[in-house]
């Protein structure tokens, strides 16, 4: 999943298995310090495009295996030796940061899902192989619900997005309902927001459920941790709804009361 996620998921780190955590540390330090070079603090375009393109020259580093790296990388290089890792994931995650620099808008919900298949799914194929399940149905599945979690958070934060003048929603589909980008949070767009949204909730949901098998598959730790992320993600989706879509007014998240909600349904599924 997407690195700003987690804060939705705090129980994965407590069921990961011991000998798993520092290989998760280190694919999360890397993703979160590429993520900030490309989103955080003052530096120009050019500086943040260069920064990334020294992780991919790190990255590359990594896979000769060569030595005298820093240490976020070394760390990387363990996990990925340790775990027979692919490295194609992180220059995946490089590709999506590079493209938040210089894209804030995506014409079509094709040309999101392509986004999201290299700033979300990389990261349940490392998990994936970390587990040793990385075979076509199960990367089939996963790449469902990592980008249904990226979607979900955009739907959640177009709020925040508009300050950073980004738009994460198809620009198709505020076409189709008559959404003028310029002005999402106008009150005399209430009645088609609210229709653009539940069309956009609706799809998420199916997207996630069309993964959801995989949770069944997997046993374990994995598997259980997995139906927790897939309620979660859902639980979100209906607080959404709860709001009547208005995500401009508070940030529809996971309160306490909702993990109890979460669990329940995570120990049906």
């Not at 990334?52 to 996990?79: K, S």
């Not at 808008?105 to 990261?123: E, F, G, H, K, Q």
Request: glycine letters at 4%; aromatic letters at 8%.
């Amino acid at each position: 999943m997407p690195v700003d996620h987690y804060e939705n998921f705090p129980v994965a780190s407590i069921l990961m298995p011991s000998r798993l955590r520092p290989a998760v540390e280190a694919i999360y330090a890397f993703a979160r310090s590429a993520d900030d070079l490309a989103d955080e603090g003052d530096a120009t375009p050019e500086q943040r495009i260069a920064a990334l393109a020294a992780y991919e020259a790190a990255l590359g580093r990594i896979g000769r295996d060569e030595a005298g790296l820093e240490p976020l990388f070394a760390r990387l290089a363990g996990a990925v030796h340790a775990h027979a890792l692919p490295l194609q994931p992180f220059y995946d995650l490089l590709s999506a940061f590079k493209q938040d620099i210089t894209v804030t808008r995506y014409a079509t919900y094709d040309s999101l899902l392509d986004y999201c298949a290299r700033s979300a799914n990389p990261v349940g194929t490392l998990m994936l192989h970390l587990y040793d399940a990385a075979d076509d149905d199960n990367l089939r599945d996963s790449a469902a619900i990592c980008s249904a979690l990226q979607i979900i958070n955009f739907l959640q934060d177009v709020a925040i997005d508009m300050q950073k003048e980004r738009i994460y929603l198809p620009l198709e589909d505020l076409t189709r309902f008559a959404v003028s980008p310029a002005h999402l949070d106008r009150k005399d767009n209430q009645a088609k927001w609210r229709q653009l949204m539940a069309f956009e909730v609706e799809r998420a949901r199916a997207l996630m459920l069309s993964g959801a098998p995989l949770a069944k598959r997997l046993k374990g730790r994995i598997g259980f941790e997995l139906r927790l992320v897939i309620q979660g993600g859902l639980r979100i989706l209906e607080a959404i709804e709860a709001v009547e879509y208005d995500v401009f007014r508070r940030r529809p998240k996971l309160e306490k009361r909702d993990w109890i909600k979460v669990f329940w349904r995570a120990l049906r599924m």
